[in-house]
């Protein structure tokens, strides 16, 4: 009996097993076609474990099953089993066999041009004002709207590319508005024509992208491949491509990459190796010397060329989300033990790019993310204020000693904060705790949170910005049928609202290009 009844175990085990869907063949009959043979996108996004960070099993499920709105990603709850839509979620969420490539012959054949820039007016063709534009990421149907920021009127809305990530970066005249997609995608986007100009594919996985404060480069962060790559900022043409890897040979991904435009170069944070790189796009840059140098001034030990070269700070931690300081002497990260262990050591530090070592640390509590941090003069001294990824505390530091002034307790922990040179407020969210719905302003003047706000009650509130003159502010509304909710900076009375599909982040073209206190760079 018992011996039947193994059997009947077995048998059952090995039904189950030979009854599992390939999930194969049903993603190249269902999925090639729009995302690649090979999963790295094509019409539609790469399905690779490391592009679907924000894309969840149950969400993949849903999305599978019931499609995407106002995409062309349909779904197929109709023409697939149950099992098979899981199958297929497990499988864009397991790693490919074969690691995928992502070289300068694949970067070269991906870029499209729409239209030439020189052929276009080189005027705004509409009369808004220019400078107080804002471009609005809406993440909910992956589209980006143009907004007037006096009228607070939508001049443009068109379809993005999949998982907009790092903040869009535009040209010092801020005439161009540059992207970057988490699945690799740099597009060009014109806001005097409302127009965009030309895409290219830089990696597969891609965090974020700067653009040099001359206008004349714009540089990629990249996880997947572990790559820096260069574009000509004017028709994002592929310059180089640079390996990112210490002197032993350990490769690491990109964090970011950021423009560090009164040092004339790019900085860059990474992921995996205890190393802060600056890359100089001036001309004129002194030549990289590595290793011992007998006698600097002679030249004696062999140079490199300044411009792209990295200049390297070696760290005892590994540091990313950067803040720095308004003439970019400094740089403050987040920190973590450079094996990955359970090292104690300080959650920030201080880095003097000039001297190329760590200054100071900062043994701030909880995850502060400096990426959010902003300045501003408080009792005649400059500080910083950054918010808490993991607890209720807004950190204000002393940027002449580098000291904790102090811990400002706020409604929850929080991802933005915000201000602007006209408001003596700073707008910090909620959003990573059950208080989520709430916006609270924390006065500058005397570091203490002076109004709590809800714009939706039960809605999560977040990433404040100012118009150009910081007369008025406006406030997301982070869900599917979310708005931007805008305020009057002075007043906080509630002037008007704007249905959005999941605003994400939205950034004013003047408040960008200036390097304005209150924002992040």
Not at 195 to 216: F, H, M, P, Y
Not at 328 to 338: D, F, H, K, M, N
Not at 400 to 427: C, I
Request: hydrophobic share 40%.
């Amino acid at each position: 009996m018992n011996q039947d009844l193994l059997f009947a175990c077995l048998m059952l085990l090995g039904f189950t097993a030979s009854a599992a869907p390939d999930p194969v063949p049903l993603y190249q009959q269902h999925c090639a076609s729009c995302h690649g043979a090979d999963r790295l996108g094509g019409m539609g996004p790469a399905l690779l474990p490391q592009n679907l960070e924000r894309l969840k099993k149950p969400e993949a499920l849903r999305v599978i099953a019931a499609g995407r709105p106002a995409t062309q990603m349909p779904g197929y709850q109709d023409q697939l089993k149950p099992e098979e839509i899981q199958a297929l979620a497990d499988f864009i969420h397991t790693p490919p066999t074969v690691p995928p490539q992502w070289g300068e012959a694949e970067i070269r054949a991906s870029r499209i041009e729409y239209a030439k820039a020189d052929a276009l007016p080189n005027k705004p063709q509409f009369t808004a004002d220019p400078l107080n534009l804002f471009v609005v990421v809406e993440a909910g149907d992956q589209h980006v709207t143009i907004l007037d920021g006096d009228r607070f009127e939508a001049l443009a809305r068109f379809p993005s590319r999949f998982a907009l990530h790092g903040g869009p970066k535009f040209s010092p005249d801020g005439r161009f508005v540059y992207f970057a997609s988490r699945d690799g995608w740099v597009s060009k986007y014109d806001l005097y024509n409302l127009k965009l100009l030309a895409e290219i594919r830089v990696g597969l996985n891609t965090r974020n992208l700067a653009v040099s404060g001359d206008g004349q480069w714009a540089m990629a962060a990249n996880y997947l491949p572990h790559t820096l790559v260069l574009l000509n900022a004017a028709d994002l043409s592929l310059d180089r491509i640079i390996p990112v890897a210490n002197e032993a040979g350990q490769s690491s991904r990109v964090s970011a990459v950021y423009d560090a435009a009164p040092r004339q170069s790019f900085v860059a944070a990474l992921k995996d190796i205890p190393e802060v790189w600056e890359l100089s796009y001036d001309p004129k840059a002194t030549p990289v010397f590595k290793g011992y140098v007998h006698d600097y001034p002679m030249g004696e030990a062999i140079a490199l060329p300044g411009m792209w070269t990295p200049r390297v700070t070696r760290l005892d931690a590994i540091l990313d989300d950067f803040f720095f300081s308004q003439d970019y002497a400094y740089v403050l990260g987040a920190a973590r033990p450079a094996d990955g262990g359970e090292k104690s050591i300080p959650s920030g530090q201080v880095v003097n790019l000039d001297v190329r070592r760590k200054i100071a640390d900062l043994p701030l509590p909880g995850l502060p993310h400096l990426g959010s941090g902003i300045s501003w003069r408080y009792q005649d001294r400059p500080v910083m204020a950054t918010p808490n990824l993991k607890e209720g505390v807004v950190s204000v530091i002393d940027m002449k000693d580098w000291k904790v002034l102090k811990e400002v307790k706020t409604a929850g922990p929080a991802f933005f904060m915000r201000s602007h040179e006209n408001t003596p407020y700073a707008w910090v969210d909620a959003m990573m705790s059950p208080a989520r719905d709430t916006m609270q302003l924390l006065d500058k003047r005397t570091l203490e949170i002076a109004k709590t706000l809800r714009p939706v009650p039960g809605q999560t509130a977040a990433h404040t910005e100012f118009t150009r003159d910081g007369q008025y502010a406006l406030v997301s509304i982070w869900e599917d049928d979310g708005a931007l909710v805008i305020y009057d900076a002075a007043t906080l009375e509630e002037v008007k609202r704007l249905p959005m599909r999941k605003p994400v982040g939205k950034y004013n073209v003047h408040n960008k290009i200036t390097r304005s206190e209150g924002t992040s760079h």
